[in-house]
C-alpha cells in the first residue's frame, strides 16, 4: 500500500482512490507515537479479561473515555502527517461544498426557518450532497450559526483561528465570524463519532459477551472504515445505529414498549440527516424482527408500533411544525433511489453494475482492514457451523442461554456464562447475523448506491466484528486470545497509518494556504504618513512616481490586527475638475496576498500602475482607500475624517 505496488487495490481506472503525494519522514512522529501508545493501552486493558472478575465500573468507564478522545486524536496526528496545519483537515471537510454543501447551504440562508415548508422546492438548486438528502444536517450548522451569533465574544475567538486556515479563499473570507465559527459543529464529528464505543459495547456485550464487546469498541477508533473519513457526518452514524440495537435489545427482553420507542428515535433522527440511513432502519427492524419470531414473542405487534413510532417521530414533528406534505417527504427519499440520473459526472454514478459488484466487496474488505478481512473469511465456517446449531436447537425448541425458553431470567448481558468464558449461541447473536447480513448483500447485489462504501457503509464494520469474535466462534479467552487481539489492534493501526497518509478519500478541493515569509520591516517611502482604517490596517506611506501617462504607485501597509475580510484596494486619479480619468481596483499585491492572509504587524509593498489618458488636465490627484468586494462596504478612516486618502501627484 505505502509504495502503491499494487494499485489494483485502489480499484480499477473506473473506481480508483486518489494517491496523496509523500510527505516528509518526519511528520509521521506523531501519529506512529500516538497509535504506539493506543495499541499499548488497549493490550494492557485487554490483559484484565484474563483476570477472574471484570474490571470496577469506574475502571471500565476511564477506559471507554479514553477511547471516546482517542478517537479525534488519532485522526488529528493522521491529518497533521499529511498537512501543515492538521485543523486544515477538518476545517476543509466541513466547508467545502464538494464535499458535503451542507455548512454552505446553512451559512447563506439567513431565513431558514421560512424555507423548511417548501425545502424540497430548493434543493435542485444546492450542492450535490443537500440535493438529495432532508434538510437535517443544514439545519444543524444553521442553529449553530445562529447560536453564535448571540455569543459575539465566542465567536470572534473561535472564527479568528480557523479564518487562517483559508484566508486566501476570498468568497469564505466574506462571510462573518459566526458564520465561520459554526463550522466547529462539522470539525467535532470525530469527537461525537467517538461517543459510539459506548453503544457498541453496551450492545456487544449482551450479544457476544464482554472480551468481544470490549475488543470490538478498542478496534472502532482506528478501523479505516471510521477513521478515513474525517469530519464527515457518517461517523455519527453508527453511534446512532448501535444506541437504537441496544435500546431495541433491552426492550425486546423487557417487552417494553417505551424503550422500542426510545430505539426508533435515533433512527428518525439518522434519516432527517441522510435519508440513506434508511439501511439502519431496516438493520434495527430485522433485528427485532428475527428475536421476536425466535424468542416467539406474543407483544410484538405492540413492540413494533411503538418502534415504528419512534423512527416516524422527527418526521411527524417536521411535517407538523411546517405543514409538509407526505408526498414532499417521499420526493426527497426518491432522489437517493435514483441517484443515477442526478450527477451524469459523479464517479459513483457512472461505474458500471459489473464494475460495482466486484470492487465493491474488495474496496469494503480493504477499509474493514486486510487483518480483519483474513479473519471474517477463516472464521466462516465456525459462523455457519454456530448458526446452523443454534436454527436446529431453536427449531426443536431446545432451551438456550440468554433466552426466555430456557425457563430462566437471561443473565446479566443475555450470554449466560460469557464472562467464564463458556458462551453459547444468543438469541441476540443469530438475530444480529440476520440483520447484518441480510441489508449488506442486498445493497451489494442491488447497486444502488455505487461508490458510496467508505462513508456510508462504516457501521457494518462493528456489527461483523461482534458477530466474528462472539466466544463460540472465536478461540477460548487466554492467553492466546489476548496475544492474537492485541497483534490484531496494531496491525489494524498499522494499516490507518499508511491508507490516510497515502490514500486521498476526500478531497476538499481546497488549498493550504501557500507558505510564505511575512515582512515586520519598516518601510522607508518617499512620503511617509499614518493613515488607519477601521482599527485594522494603517498606510504608512507610499511612492509615486510618473512615467508618461502612467502613474507607478507603491503602498505601504501595516495589519494592525488579524483581519477577518480580503479587502480590495482601489486607487482612482482625479484630474483638474474631479473627474475619474484612471482607476485600479485589486487586492494587495496584484490579488496575490488578500488581507484576510496579512499576520498582525506585517508590513506590505503593494505596487500599482495606472494609466492616465493623455488629455487629462492637471493637476492630478489620487485617492486611495479599502472596500469589501462582496458589499461595496468600505472601511472608514479611523480620525473620522472619510473612508479615502487624498495624495497630490507630481
Same mark, same amino acid.
Given at each position: 500500500m505505502?509504495?502503491?505496488?499494487?494499485?489494483?487495490?485502489?480499484?480499477?481506472e473506473?473506481?480508483?482512490?486518489s494517491?496523496?503525494?509523500?510527505?516528509?519522514g518526519?511528520?509521521?512522529v506523531l501519529?506512529?507515537?500516538l497509535?504506539?501508545?493506543?495499541?499499548?493501552?488497549?493490550?494492557?486493558?485487554?490483559?484484565?479479561?484474563?483476570?477472574?472478575?471484570?474490571?470496577r465500573?469506574?475502571?471500565?468507564?476511564?477506559?471507554?473515555a479514553?477511547?471516546?478522545l482517542?478517537?479525534?486524536?488519532i485522526?488529528?496526528?493522521?491529518?497533521?502527517a499529511?498537512?501543515?496545519?492538521?485543523?486544515?483537515?477538518?476545517?476543509?471537510?466541513?466547508?467545502?461544498p464538494a464535499?458535503?454543501?451542507?455548512y454552505?447551504?446553512?451559512?447563506?440562508?439567513?431565513?431558514?426557518?421560512?424555507?423548511l415548508?417548501?425545502?424540497?422546492?430548493?434543493?435542485?438548486t444546492?450542492?450535490?450532497?443537500?440535493?438529495?438528502?432532508?434538510?437535517?444536517l443544514?439545519?444543524?450548522?444553521?442553529l449553530?450559526w445562529?447560536?453564535?451569533?448571540?455569543?459575539?465574544?465566542?465567536?470572534?475567538a473561535?472564527a479568528?483561528?480557523?479564518?487562517?486556515?483559508?484566508?486566501?479563499?476570498?468568497?469564505?473570507m466574506?462571510?462573518?465570524?459566526?458564520?465561520?465559527a459554526?463550522?466547529?459543529?462539522g470539525?467535532l464529528v470525530p469527537?461525537?463519532?467517538?461517543?459510539?464505543?459506548?453503544?457498541?459495547?453496551?450492545?456487544?456485550k449482551?450479544?457476544?459477551?464482554?472480551?468481544?464487546?470490549?475488543?470490538?469498541?478498542?478496534?472502532f477508533?482506528?478501523?479505516?472504515?471510521?477513521?478515513?473519513?474525517?469530519?464527515?457526518?457518517d461517523?455519527v452514524?453508527?453511534?446512532?445505529?448501535?444506541?437504537?440495537?441496544?435500546?431495541?435489545h433491552?426492550?425486546?427482553?423487557?417487552?417494553?414498549?417505551?424503550r422500542?420507542?426510545?430505539?426508533?428515535?435515533?433512527?428518525?433522527?439518522?434519516?432527517?440527516?441522510?435519508?440513506?440511513?434508511?439501511v439502519?432502519?431496516?438493520?434495527?427492524?430485522?433485528?427485532a424482527?428475527?428475536?421476536?419470531?425466535?424468542?416467539?414473542?406474543?407483544r410484538?405487534?405492540?413492540?413494533?408500533?411503538?418502534?415504528?413510532?419512534?423512527?416516524?417521530?422527527?418526521?411527524?414533528?417536521?411535517?407538523?411544525?411546517?405543514r409538509?406534505?407526505?408526498?414532499?417527504?417521499?420526493?426527497?427519499?426518491?432522489?437517493?433511489?435514483?441517484?443515477?440520473?442526478?450527477?451524469?459526472?459523479?464517479?459513483s454514478?457512472?461505474?458500471?453494475?459489473?464494475?460495482?459488484?466486484?470492487?465493491?466487496p474488495i474496496?469494503?474488505?480493504?477499509?474493514?482492514?486486510i487483518?480483519?478481512?483474513?479473519?471474517?473469511?477463516?472464521r466462516?465456517?465456525?459462523?455457519?457451523?454456530?448458526?446452523r446449531?443454534?436454527?436446529?436447537k431453536?427449531?426443536?425448541?431446545?432451551?438456550?442461554?440468554?433466552?426466555?425458553i430456557?425457563?430462566?431470567?437471561p443473565?446479566?448481558?443475555?450470554?449466560?456464562?460469557?464472562?467464564?468464558?463458556?458462551?453459547?449461541?444468543?438469541?441476540?447473536?443469530?438475530?444480529?447475523?440476520?440483520?447484518?447480513?441480510?441489508?449488506?448483500?442486498?445493497?451489494?447485489?442491488?447497486?444502488?448506491?455505487?461508490?458510496?462504501?467508505g462513508?456510508?457503509?462504516?457501521?457494518?464494520?462493528?456489527?461483523?466484528?461482534l458477530?466474528?469474535?462472539?466466544p463460540?466462534?472465536?478461540?477460548?479467552?487466554?492467553?492466546?486470545?489476548?496475544?492474537?487481539?492485541?497483534?490484531l489492534?496494531g496491525?489494524?493501526?498499522?494499516q490507518?497509518?499508511?491508507?490516510?497518509?497515502?490514500?486521498?478519500?476526500?478531497?476538499?478541493?481546497?488549498?493550504?494556504?501557500?507558505?510564505r515569509?511575512?515582512n515586520?520591516?519598516?518601510?522607508?517611502?518617499?512620503?511617509?504618513?499614518?493613515?488607519?482604517?477601521?482599527?485594522?490596517?494603517?498606510?504608512?506611506?507610499?511612492?509615486?512616481?510618473?512615467?508618461?501617462?502612467?502613474?507607478?504607485? &507603491?503602498?505601504y #501597509? %501595516?495589519?494592525?490586527?488579524?483581519?477577518?475580510?480580503a *479587502?480590495? /484596494?482601489? =486607487? !482612482?486619479?482625479?484630474? +483638474? $475638475?474631479?473627474?475619474?480619468?484612471?482607476?485600479?481596483?485589486?487586492?494587495?499585491?496584484?490579488?496575490?496576498?488578500p &488581507?484576510s492572509? #496579512? %499576520?498582525?504587524?506585517?508590513?506590505?509593498?503593494?505596487? *500599482?500602475? /495606472?494609466? =492616465? !489618458?493623455?488629455?487629462? +488636465? $492637471?493637476?492630478?490627484?489620487?485617492?486611495?482607500?479599502?472596500?469589501?468586494?462582496?458589499t461595496?462596504?468600505?472601511?472608514?478612516r479611523d480620525?473620522?475624517?472619510?473612508?479615502?486618502i487624498?495624495?497630490?501627484?507630481p
Amino acid at each position: 500500500m505505502w509504495l502503491d505496488l499494487t494499485p489494483l487495490l485502489r480499484g480499477p481506472e473506473e473506481w480508483r482512490w486518489s494517491l496523496r503525494a509523500a510527505q516528509p519522514g518526519g511528520r509521521l512522529v506523531l501519529p506512529i507515537v500516538l497509535l504506539g501508545a493506543y495499541v499499548l493501552a488497549c493490550n494492557r486493558w485487554l490483559s484484565r479479561w484474563d483476570e477472574a472478575q471484570q474490571p470496577r465500573r469506574s475502571v471500565e468507564w476511564s477506559f471507554f473515555a479514553f477511547l471516546t478522545l482517542a478517537a479525534p486524536l488519532i485522526q488529528f496526528a493522521l491529518a497533521a502527517a499529511v498537512l501543515r496545519n492538521a485543523w486544515f483537515e477538518f476545517f476543509a471537510a466541513t466547508v467545502s461544498p464538494a464535499v458535503t454543501g451542507y455548512y454552505s447551504v446553512a451559512v447563506t440562508t439567513p431565513d431558514l426557518p421560512t424555507v423548511l415548508p417548501r425545502y424540497t422546492e430548493l434543493m435542485p438548486t444546492l450542492p450535490i450532497h443537500p440535493q438529495t438528502h432532508p434538510p437535517g444536517l443544514v439545519l444543524i450548522h444553521w442553529l449553530a450559526w445562529r447560536t453564535f451569533e448571540a455569543m459575539p465574544a465566542v465567536s470572534d475567538a473561535i472564527a479568528m483561528p480557523l479564518r487562517a486556515l483559508q484566508c486566501h479563499n476570498v468568497a469564505l473570507m466574506t462571510l462573518d465570524n459566526p458564520q465561520i465559527a459554526s463550522s466547529t459543529i462539522g470539525m467535532l464529528v470525530p469527537l461525537l463519532g467517538g461517543l459510539a464505543v459506548w453503544p457498541i459495547y453496551a450492545f456487544g456485550k449482551r450479544i457476544a459477551g464482554p472480551p468481544a464487546a470490549t475488543t470490538v469498541a478498542a478496534i472502532f477508533p482506528i478501523l479505516p472504515l471510521y477513521a478515513m473519513w474525517s469530519s464527515q457526518w457518517d461517523q455519527v452514524y453508527p453511534l446512532l445505529l448501535f444506541t437504537a440495537l441496544y435500546l431495541a435489545h433491552t426492550g425486546l427482553e423487557a417487552g417494553s414498549p417505551r424503550r422500542l420507542f426510545a430505539a426508533g428515535i435515533p433512527l428518525s433522527l439518522a434519516t432527517f440527516l441522510s435519508i440513506g440511513n434508511v439501511v439502519l432502519v431496516f438493520i434495527v427492524g430485522l433485528y427485532a424482527t428475527a428475536w421476536s419470531f425466535l424468542n416467539r414473542s406474543r407483544r410484538w405487534l405492540r413492540l413494533a408500533i411503538a418502534f415504528l413510532m419512534g423512527c416516524l417521530s422527527i418526521w411527524t414533528l417536521y411535517a407538523a411544525l411546517y405543514r409538509v406534505s407526505v408526498s414532499d417527504l417521499l420526493a426527497v427519499a426518491s432522489r437517493l433511489a435514483f441517484e443515477g440520473t442526478r450527477c451524469p459526472v459523479c464517479p459513483s454514478t457512472t461505474r458500471s453494475y459489473a464494475t460495482w459488484i466486484v470492487w465493491n466487496p474488495i474496496d469494503f474488505a480493504t477499509f474493514f482492514s486486510i487483518p480483519l478481512t483474513i479473519l471474517l473469511l477463516v472464521r466462516i465456517p465456525a459462523m455457519a457451523s454456530a448458526l446452523r446449531l443454534s436454527l436446529s436447537k431453536i427449531a426443536s425448541r431446545a432451551p438456550m442461554p440468554g433466552s426466555k425458553i430456557a425457563g430462566r431470567a437471561p443473565m446479566p448481558g443475555g450470554v449466560g456464562a460469557a464472562s467464564a468464558g463458556h458462551f453459547h449461541p444468543s438469541m441476540g447473536w443469530v438475530s444480529l447475523v440476520i440483520a447484518a447480513s441480510l441489508p449488506f448483500a442486498a445493497l451489494v447485489i442491488s447497486g444502488i448506491v455505487r461508490g458510496e462504501v467508505g462513508r456510508m457503509w462504516g457501521y457494518f464494520g462493528p456489527l461483523f466484528l461482534l458477530i466474528a469474535l462472539a466466544p463460540h466462534v472465536a478461540p477460548a479467552i487466554g492467553e492466546r486470545w489476548l496475544r492474537g487481539a492485541t497483534i490484531l489492534v496494531g496491525l489494524i493501526a498499522l494499516q490507518l497509518l499508511v491508507m490516510y497518509t497515502r490514500w486521498q478519500v476526500t478531497p476538499s478541493f481546497l488549498d493550504e494556504p501557500p507558505e510564505r515569509a511575512a515582512n515586520f520591516v519598516a518601510p522607508q517611502p518617499q512620503v511617509e504618513m499614518r493613515a488607519s482604517f477601521g482599527r485594522q490596517i494603517a498606510l504608512l506611506g507610499y511612492d509615486l512616481s510618473r512615467a508618461g501617462d502612467r502613474l507607478d504607485l &507603491t503602498l505601504y #501597509w %501595516q495589519a494592525l490586527a488579524q483581519l477577518p475580510h480580503a *479587502y480590495t /484596494v482601489f =486607487v !482612482h486619479v482625479f484630474d +483638474a $475638475e474631479g473627474r475619474l480619468a484612471g482607476q485600479q481596483d485589486n487586492m494587495p499585491v496584484r490579488d496575490q496576498l488578500p &488581507t484576510s492572509c #496579512w %499576520q498582525p504587524g506585517e508590513i506590505v509593498a503593494d505596487p *500599482y500602475a /495606472v494609466e =492616465v !489618458h493623455p488629455d487629462t +488636465a $492637471e493637476p492630478l490627484s489620487l485617492e486611495v482607500g479599502l472596500y469589501r468586494l462582496d458589499t461595496g462596504e468600505r472601511l472608514d478612516r479611523d480620525d473620522g475624517s472619510e473612508d479615502k486618502i487624498m495624495l497630490a501627484v507630481p
